[in-house]
């Protein structure tokens, strides 16, 4: 079975992880749009077109969008994904051009031109969502499926002590997306810090003649040593994977809906998502209620290991 996706990222590494898990499951890419984030958004864009060139989809378009946040100084984070955001490891850089027109208009287009066919995963801050919102209202209306790698509701952040780096780097354009009424699945840290590929599995990635599984393996290498450094063990974190993969195969978890929102004042909180974890009164029962949101309960990490593993040909 194929799933029409419109990806939204910031290239980075585990960005390319999640196009390669797509590409092996039954995403058919009807275009990449790139965001700040891990890196300046030309060469987020850069490192999309590389990404999808390297694996032979060089028919998909890549839409360069947003340079920075809503309501705030751009960051980046070189530190965790490589000076060139795909882990410094001298992947041949496409030649490829960007698609002209920009990241949140060509989400509006598309949105528009094929309703109720698109499944939106979103796996940067989420600048370019909260821009095509603003376009177009019905957005939510025109959409299949939206699922979002942000926020860690319950956990500790990963860019600060609260936030996650996709909702803490544009809280605003975060707060936009929960808002919008339809029924979004936020993956968090609480659940893709499940997700660290066993020992054994990235020997089969090491170990694999496949071309996938080799530039996979050149991807990683700067990922393990940050998680080293960052958890004490050589692992890696399949975050934009795993929505990736919920967008795709939703049965591989279960889930609840939570009433949350986005801290935008907090001095040492600004980027959270709070959730309501209190169990008070009755659970939340429209996901496309404003300021409720689908996380996930449970998750068959052993099947998107396996799902994961399968599309790098490891
Ligand atoms: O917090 C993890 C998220 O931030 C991932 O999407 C990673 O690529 C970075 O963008
Ligand atoms: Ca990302």
Same mark, same amino acid.
Request: some cysteine.
């Given at each position: ?6 990806l939204d990222c910031d290239t980075g590494i585990d960005d390319a992880l999640a196009i390669l898990y797509g590409a092996g499951n039954g995403a058919r890419y009807v275009a990449c749009t790139v965001t700040h984030g891990n ?33 705030? %100084?751009? $960051?980046?984070?070189?530190? &965790? ?5 795909? +882990?410094?490891? #001298?992947? /041949?850089?496409? @030649? ?43 957005? %939510?209306? $025109?959409?299949?499926?939206? &699922? ?5 509701? +319950?956990?500790? #952040?990963? /860019?600060?002590? @609260? ?75 399949l975050h934009d994977p795993l929505a990736m993969a919920l967008a795709l195969d939703p049965e591989l978890a279960t889930y609840r809906l939570v009433r949350a929102s986005i801290e935008l004042r907090g001095e040492r909180t ?45």
């Open positions: 079975m194929t799933t029409d996706v419109l890196v300046p958004v030309p060469l987020g864009t850069r490192n999309t077109l590389t990404v999808l060139d390297a694996i032979g989809l060089t028919d998909v378009p890549v839409h360069q969008g947003a340079a920075r946040p809503m309501a705030q %100084p751009l $960051l980046t984070a070189e530190f &965790v994904h490589g000076q060139d955001g795909l +882990g410094d490891a #001298g992947i /041949a850089a496409s @030649t490829r051009e960007p698609a002209g027109t920009l990241a949140a208009a060509e989400i509006v287009r598309l949105a528009r031109s094929r309703p109720g066919e698109l499944t939106l995963v979103a796996v940067g801050p989420l600048t370019n969502l909260g821009l095509a919102l603003l376009l177009e209202p019905r957005l %939510p209306e $025109l959409v299949d499926r939206v &699922v979002v790698m942000g926020g860690a509701v +319950g956990v500790p #952040g990963n /860019a600060s002590e @609260t936030g996650e780096a996709n909702v803490w780097h544009d809280p605003e354009a975060a707060q936009l997306v929960l808002d919008a009424p339809w029924d979004v699945l936020l993956v968090g840290l609480e659940i893709t810090m499940q997700t660290q590929l066993p020992p054994e599995a990235l020997a089969r990635i090491r170990d694999s003649a496949d071309p996938r599984a080799q530039l996979t393996w050149r991807l990683v290498q700067h990922y393990l040593d940050v998680y080293e450094e960052v958890l004490g063990e050589r692992t890696c974190v600004r980027g959270q998502v709070v959730g309501d974890l209190r169990g008070y009164g009755p659970a939340p029962s429209d996901p496309a209620d404003p300021g409720v949101v689908r996380i996930v309960d449970s998750l068959d990490t052993a099947a998107f290991h396996a799902r994961f593993l399968r599309a790098l040909g490891a």
